[in-house]
């Protein structure tokens, strides 16, 4: 994980408990199971739609974009301002735009996956497991000439 990604804990700290995941060769920044964020080559963007579009329009923010196809496609996540690097309140701010976004998109939230258990401790428990007992084999008996 990138120094700046780890950052954002920091920036975001006056906003609540933020989660960060690998994702599409970047990261996703997660706030109460809402992605509110997404990084790409250490930039940050936030979720935005038609009710926070004022606030990104103002300060001529533009949107992700990605190039499929030979078409550049834009998402829901706009250039975050640079001053909320530097201002914790203006962070939170904008942070509760992201998230009030992320809920008005109709996403459910999304849970955190569960760890995957160290190797050396799966095959202990695999070890553990008594095989299942075998039936039986019926035989039939030959019929008396």
């Given at each position: 994980m990138?120094?700046?990604v780890q950052s954002l804990h920091?920036?975001?700290e006056r906003l609540g408990r933020i989660q960060t995941r690998r994702m599409f060769g970047g990261h996703g920044?997660?706030?109460e199971g809402?992605?509110?964020a997404l990084v790409a080559k250490d930039t940050l963007y936030l979720k935005s739609d038609a009710g926070s579009a004022e606030h990104f329009e103002r300060l001529?923010?533009?949107p992700f974009t990605y190039v499929r196809q030979g078409k550049e496609m834009p998402m829901s996540y706009r250039l975050a301002p640079a001053d909320l690097f530097e201002d914790?309140?203006?962070a939170a701010l904008w942070g509760r735009r992201a998230?009030?976004?992320a809920l008005r998109s109709g996403q459910p939230p999304k849970q955190p996956k569960p760890k995957p258990k160290p190797k050396a401790a799966a095959k202990k428990a695999a070890a553990k497991k008594t095989p299942a007992k075998k039936?039986?084999?019926k035989t039939k008996k030959a019929a008396p000439r």
């Open positions: 990138s120094d700046f920091e920036v975001f920044v997660w706030h809402r992605m509110i001529n923010l533009p914790r309140e203006d998230y009030e976004a039936a039986p084999v």
